[in-house]
């Protein structure tokens, strides 16, 4: 196959997809890593992509939002290991904040049975996760719920979360990066995020290595104000000590 016959292919992939990886084009062209880089080079230089931390994702995309069900099984293994690791900063009493992120949901359903906290939370699949929980004492912030991520968003959320001050916050984004910080394709959404961000005393950042480097239209924060970060191993332990230098504790598990 031809360099320009591969390259059409690719962004055929990123289109459809909404992103593709370096190491995953290398292997179904059969070629190096590095041709692959030189392709997404050259299609950016034509402004077809846009090139991220690992990969590209088609140009005009930054908007591009996975649905719920992709974004369940995408990186399922990573986020496991991620929801595990922070069962370990939940307090032992008190409050928490849950977000609307596929990562946090895991988390919620791996709440022990014998904890004994004061959920908040505006995403409805959580939400749903604790309803039955014997010792959780679950509120839920309400307003418009957005369709694709069955999140609540708008005046009523951003008011409710404005009245609370939680232990910690447990939070999800679409991308983050020391140089853009945090972010998310919807504006309402990273409104919502930010107010939680304001409501809680520490704030525990759950996300898995692919969305390093990502940006995307909405931004509502920087790494300066995360805490800890909970990714996995695919983070490179240089842009894992980068993230660190800016103050952010940062766990790969």
Partial sequence: MYAPERQQEILRLARDGGRVDVLS???????TAETIRRDLKALDRAGLVRRVHG????????????????RESTAADEKDRIARAALAEL???GSVVLDAGSTVARLAAALPLESTLTVVTHSLPTAARLADHPGIQLHLIGGRVRQRTRAAVDAWALRAYGEIRADVLFLAANGFSAEAGLT???????AVKRAAVAAARRVVLLADSTKHGQEHFAR?????DVDLLITDTGLAPDDAAAIERTGTE????
Avoid: C, S
């Fill in 55 to 70: 990969g590209a994702i088609p140009a005009g995309r930054l908007d591009f939002e996975p649905d719920l069900t992709e």
């Fill in 250 to 253: 940062v766990v790969r598990a």
């Fill in 91 to 93: 307090p032992a009493e």
């Fill in 25 to 31: 084009l290398a292997e179904e062209f059969k070629v």
């Fill in 184 to 190: 998310t394709p919807d504006l309402a959404e990273a």
């Fill in 220 to 224: 509502f924060g920087d790494l300066t």
